[in-house]
Nanobody, 121 residues
């Protein structure tokens, strides 16, 4: 019943910006950490940025200083502001959320469908 709906992907030129959004919906008792991952063909999915329910953030070294993750707890939404985009940022970006469906449920991880980000001139 829990779903993550992503939006904001697309084609952008090098040095440009893009903002990804991911809204979690369904039965959610508590939404803990959320994050963005990306994957390119032939490579493992990698963490881009993560944010705790309290707003603590972590970034991969490759995006530090360029990307900003944020969240709106009232909307169960996480964002990824991507600036100074590079060719190597091209990937499918996936939203992830760790949450409890009820106060008695175990913590589970959910994934969005992925959104394509292409950086090209």
């Amino acid at each position: 019943q829990v779903q993550l709906v992503e939006s904001g992907g697309g084609l952008v030129q090098p040095g440009g910006s893009l903002r990804l959004s991911c809204a979690a919906s369904g039965s959610i008792y508590r939404l803990n950490a959320m994050g963005w991952y990306r994957q390119v063909p032939g490579k493992q999915r990698e963490l881009v940025a993560a944010i705790t329910s309290g707003g603590r953030t972590n970034y991969s070294d490759s995006v530090k200083g360029r990307f900003t993750i944020s969240r709106d707890n009232a909307k169960n939404t996480v964002y990824l502001q991507m600036n100074s985009l590079k060719f190597e940022d091209t990937a499918v970006y996936y939203c992830n959320a760790d949450l409890y469906r009820t106060q008695w449920s175990a913590l589970r991880s959910y994934w969005g469908q992925g959104t394509q980000v292409t950086v090209s001139s």
